[in-house]
Nanobody, 118 residues
Framework: VQLVESGGGLTQAGGSLRLSCRAS???????????LAWYRQAPGKQRELVAS???????NYADAVKGRFTISKDNTRRTVYLQMNSLIAEDTAVYYC??????????WGRGTQVTVSS
């Protein structure tokens, strides 16, 4: 299984970006039963959870992004998305996709850079 991320880039404050993470090589039943998440790591800071979505559809967001970010998925494409609106400079970080299978196996993407200019 390989997680392929895309969608990062440079935008101005107030702008939007949508990150995508495709789980290449993962069968549908495994993808559907996994917990999907996005993390981020800013320079000099620890990696933090941004948003997560369990297999039953429950979502969880970091307080800093509530109301601005939305995590979603497309099972047929084995893809998880992170829609980011009203971006601020503090959202600048490398964003990582994470998929945790039901039995506990973790998969990580290589990260995609998001830079928000103020």
């Amino acid at each position: 299984v390989q997680l392929v991320e895309s969608g990062g880039g440079l935008t101005q404050a107030g702008g939007s970006l949508r990150l995508s993470c495709r789980a290449s090589g993962m069968i549908l039943s495994v993808f559907g039963g996994s917990t999907l998440a996005w993390y981020r790591q800013a320079p000099g800071k620890q990696r933090e959870l941004v948003a997560s979505r369990t297999s039953d559809g429950s979502t969880n967001y970091a307080d800093a992004v509530k109301g601005r970010f939305t995590i979603s998925k497309d099972n047929t494409r084995r893809t998880v998305y992170l829609q980011m609106n009203s971006l601020i400079a503090e959202d600048t970080a490398v964003y990582y996709c994470n998929i945790r299978e039901l039995q506990g196996t973790d998969h990580w993407g290589r990260g995609t850079q998001v830079t928000v200019s103020s």
